[in-house]
């Protein structure tokens, strides 16, 4: 049973569509995160939820719209796809917003042609 | 501001030989600090923290780090390499008082030769 799960894996789709990632994790943690990581496998955080409730709030384009509807719940909408966008995202929880120990999906590789 | 460095971008060893990654950090006080490793096409997975306390800490998989205060590093070491080890390795720091956002260090892919 897998305990943060995303879906879709693999999401390829043109520039200027709208598509949405969704994260869900069983692990009955309060906190969950979005990561992106780049083509130089770099990660950097995007949004932070906590108990649905938003703490954190990088400088990301408002094309990103991060949504929770329950704590075990996070799913990322991305508006206007933009060439840039092309990345692998990473959903990921932690009991809380000042454990660090994150469990992380396993990632969806966007890419926008 | 916060910032972790890691100055090797790819290492090649032998099976079997030790291994040690370097990690270094910039942070104003006692930081948390954290290794993962990514394995192609996974998530990443936690190999040891550090919180306080001893400075040589143990995590999965036989690895382990030491904390140097005086030389800002958060090694991570093994002493025999396993080809399974191949992987990607993220040293980490947590980022005090902000909602438990962790900022990364650049990576280190780990190649192992038979």
């Known amino acids: 049973d897998t305990a943060v799960s995303q879906t879709p894996k693999y999401l390829v789709t043109q520039m200027g569509n709208d598509k949405s990632i969704k994260c869900e994790q069983n692990?009955?943690?309060?906190?969950m995160y979005w990561y992106k990581q780049d083509s130089k496998k770099f990660l950097k955080i995007m949004f932070s939820y906590n108990n649905k409730e938003l703490i954190i709030n990088e400088t990301v384009p408002n094309r990103f719209s991060p949504k929770s509807p329950d704590k075990a719940h996070l799913n990322l909408h991305i508006n206007s796809l933009e060439l840039g966008d092309s990345a692998v995202y990473f959903c990921?929880?932690?009991?809380?917003?000042?454990?660090?120990?994150?469990?992380f999906g396993s990632g969806t590789r966007l890419t926008v042609v | 501001a916060q910032s972790v460095t890691q100055p090797d971008i790819h290492i090649t060893v032998s099976e079997g030989a030790s291994l040690e990654l370097r990690c270094n950090y910039s942070?104003?006080?006692?930081?948390?600090l954290f290794w993962y490793v990514q394995s192609p096409g996974q998530g990443l997975q936690l190999l040891l923290k550090y919180f306080s306390g001893d400075t040589l800490v143990q995590g999965i998989k036989g690895f382990e780090a030491e904390f140097k205060r005086s030389q800002s590093s958060f090694n991570l070491r093994k002493p025999s390499v396993h080809w399974s080890d191949a992987a990607e390795y993220f040293c980490?720091?947590?980022?005090?008082?902000?909602?438990?956002?962790?900022?990364f260090g650049q990576g280190t892919e780990l190649s192992v030769k038979p």
């Open positions: 980490a720091v947590g980022a005090y008082n902000q909602g438990g956002k962790l900022i």
């Open positions: 942070y104003g006080a006692t930081p948390y």
């Open positions: 990921a929880s932690s009991q809380g917003p000042g454990h660090y120990g994150y469990t």
């Open positions: 692990l009955g943690h309060d906190t």
